[in-house]
């Protein structure tokens, strides 16, 4: 299967967000030949600034295999934007409820159907104070074991150029070159058939986090640091450290 069909609402936000993206950005586009043509999978991304999605999506929807989100509940209520994720089928999230499993199951369901599950496993805007990828949450892991689908890493920069995280106001000129970089699938055979633990699922995590860094390192020209920033605690901890007890999945 060639997953989901690029249906009206995508060509509507295409032909609407499209033109102020290329005329206000510059574009850095590498390694499309890793987005899968036909089958189920996953991607995993960086998250450093607001405008970051477009810049990740505009790259998604050019490779003609449309990315399905996981995003805040909340979002999804009434307006223009509302409309649009739901007719394109986006995931709500409904976090700390009854129907926090609801997205978990959804993301599963639309891998197996041969559809592009977008993950932003940091679950928020980057905190480490020099935009590298911090610590993921395991929901990217969950499906992937579950299902086996390839996890494609991708890294992007410049959108936090243009607004840095928590700005309030964007800075377009100088034009920003938007640089959206995927990986080869992460290998995660190693996790098949093992009982998805809380050790199995950070070491999963760990593995794809570290492609996602790899991948930035390379577009930024410098090391990515060992450790990984952790939000809850504000302080970085190296791959392979055992979960902390609140660690959320998603």
Same mark, same amino acid.
């Given at each position: 299967?060639?997953?989901?069909?690029?249906?009206?609402w995508y060509r509507m936000a295409?032909?609407?967000?499209?033109?102020p993206?290329?005329?206000?950005?510059?574009r850095?586009w590498?390694?499309m030949?890793?987005?899968?043509? $036909?089958?189920?999978?996953?991607?995993?991304?960086?998250?450093?600034?607001h405008l970051?999605?477009?810049?990740?999506?505009?790259? $998604?929807?050019?490779?003609g295999r449309?990315p399905?989100?996981?995003?805040?509940?909340?979002v999804f209520?009434?307006?223009?934007v509302?409309?649009?994720?739901r007719g394109?089928?986006?995931?709500?999230?409904?976090?700390?409820?009854?129907?926090?499993?609801?997205?978990?199951?959804?993301?599963v369901d639309?891998?197996n159907?041969?559809?592009?599950?977008?993950?932003?496993?940091?679950?928020?805007?980057?905190r480490?104070?020099a935009?590298?990828?911090?610590?993921?949450?395991t929901?990217?892991?969950r499906?992937?074991?579950?299902?086996?689908a390839?996890v494609i890493?991708?890294? $992007?920069?410049?959108a936090?150029e243009?607004l840095?995280?928590?700005?309030?106001k964007?800075?377009?000129?100088p034009?920003?070159t938007?640089?959206?970089h995927?990986g080869?699938p992460?290998?995660?055979?190693?996790?098949?058939?093992?009982?998805p633990?809380a050790?199995?699922?950070?070491?999963a995590?760990?593995?794809?986090?570290?492609?996602?860094?790899?991948?930035l390192?390379e577009?930024r020209?410098?090391?990515a640091?060992?450790?990984?920033?952790?939000y809850?605690?504000?302080?970085?901890?190296?791959?392979?450290?055992?979960p902390?007890?609140d660690?959320?999945?998603?």
């Open positions: 299967m060639s997953g989901r069909r690029i249906g009206f295409a032909v609407l967000v499209k033109p993206l290329v005329v206000l950005f510059k850095d590498r390694g030949e890793h987005i899968p043509a $036909q089958g189920g999978f996953i991607t995993a991304i960086n998250h450093n600034s970051d999605p477009f810049s990740y999506a505009h790259f $998604q929807y050019n490779s449309v399905r989100f996981l995003i805040k509940a909340g209520k009434g307006g223009f509302g409309a649009f994720l394109t089928s986006q995931i709500p999230v409904y976090r700390e409820s009854t129907n926090a499993a609801n997205a978990f199951r959804a993301a639309a891998v159907k041969g559809e592009c599950v977008a993950f932003y496993p940091e679950g928020t805007l980057t480490d104070p935009l590298w990828p911090m610590r993921g949450k929901g990217a892991a499906v992937a074991l579950l299902t086996k390839p890493p991708v890294a $992007q920069w410049g936090n243009a840095p995280p928590y700005a309030k964007p800075r377009f000129f034009r920003k938007l640089t959206v995927a080869p992460v290998d995660l055979s190693a996790y098949y058939g093992k009982e633990t050790e199995v699922l950070r070491a995590t760990d593995d794809i986090m570290a492609a996602v860094a790899e991948l390192s577009v020209g410098e090391p640091p060992a450790e990984r920033y952790e809850r605690t504000g302080t970085s901890r190296a791959a392979g450290d055992p902390a007890a660690e959320e999945s998603k």
